[in-house]
């Protein structure tokens, strides 16, 4: 079975506090990805990376940054955190072998609270 | 851009009885592929079904099936038998061929009732 996890199932910091969220995927995937999950707004796209060092930017990349320095492992950096970045974030990972088509399997996710 | 709707943010079902969930997209694209993902409550989230929008035939899985309306862009999802076990958020997902960007919709939170 796929396993990807996340570093913290909860965690509250303080405004402009610079926060780290990590994902360990077991898989060897390509891709990696975070979102963001906010009610009534479904997932939305943060960033993703398809290799290690590389990354692009989705549909809400402003406030955020990311790392992947080892395959396995992908970091969302919230810089400076604000009260509207409070959120539950998901990280996932795919194969990227079939194009589009691969399962994301995703982690419990981290629910942030930003005060 | 691609958009995903589903315009049942709640819904119920009695055990054993058969729901059908809602999702309407928008793209110019003809080559897609849609997903249904499932997170029950304090759970990861998990694929339901997928379908790829060259093939006509509907795809199912065990209890879940999907009507795919590709000129009507409509990608329903059918749980027949409901379990309790199938209380949960929906969301109904879409991404192009090629593409690394999953489009979500704004989910559809389902309550089975025993």
């Known amino acids: 079975d796929v396993k990807v996890t996340q570093s913290s199932r909860y965690l509250v910091k303080r405004t402009g506090e610079k926060v780290f969220l990590e994902c360990v995927q077991d898989?060897?995937?390509?891709?990696m990805f975070w979102y963001r999950q906010d009610p009534g707004l479904g997932l939305r796209l943060i960033y993703f990376?398809?290799?290690?060092?590389?990354?692009e930017k989705g549909d809400i990349p402003e406030g955020y940054s990311v790392s992947r320095e080892k395959k396995e492992r992908f970091s969302l950096i919230l810089e400076s955190a604000s009260t509207n970045q409070t959120s539950m974030y998901l990280c996932?990972?795919?194969?990227?072998?079939?194009?589009?088509?691969?399962?994301?399997?995703f982690g419990p996710g981290t629910r942030l609270t930003v005060l | 851009a691609q958009t995903v709707t589903q315009s049942q943010p709640e819904m119920s079902v009695q055990e054993a009885e058969t729901v059908t969930l809602s999702c309407t997209y928008d793209t110019s694209e003809s080559n897609y592929y849609l997903f249904w993902y499932k997170q029950p409550p304090s759970r990861q989230m998990i694929l339901v079904i997928r379908?790829?929008?060259?093939?006509?035939q509907n795809a199912t899985e065990n209890r879940f099936s999907v009507n795919f309306q590709k000129a009507a862009k409509s990608f329903s999802l059918k749980i027949s038998d409901s379990q309790l076990g199938d209380t949960a958020m929906y969301f109904c997902?879409?991404?192009?061929?090629?593409?690394?960007?999953?489009?979500f919709g704004t989910g559809t939170r389902l309550t089975v009732i025993p």
């Open positions: 990376s398809y290799d290690v060092k590389m990354k």
């Open positions: 379908q790829e929008a060259y093939k006509q």
């Open positions: 997902a879409f991404i192009q061929t090629g593409a690394n960007n999953l489009f």
């Open positions: 898989m060897d995937h390509e891709n």
């Open positions: 996932a990972s795919s194969s990227g072998a079939l194009a589009g088509m691969d399962t994301q399997y």
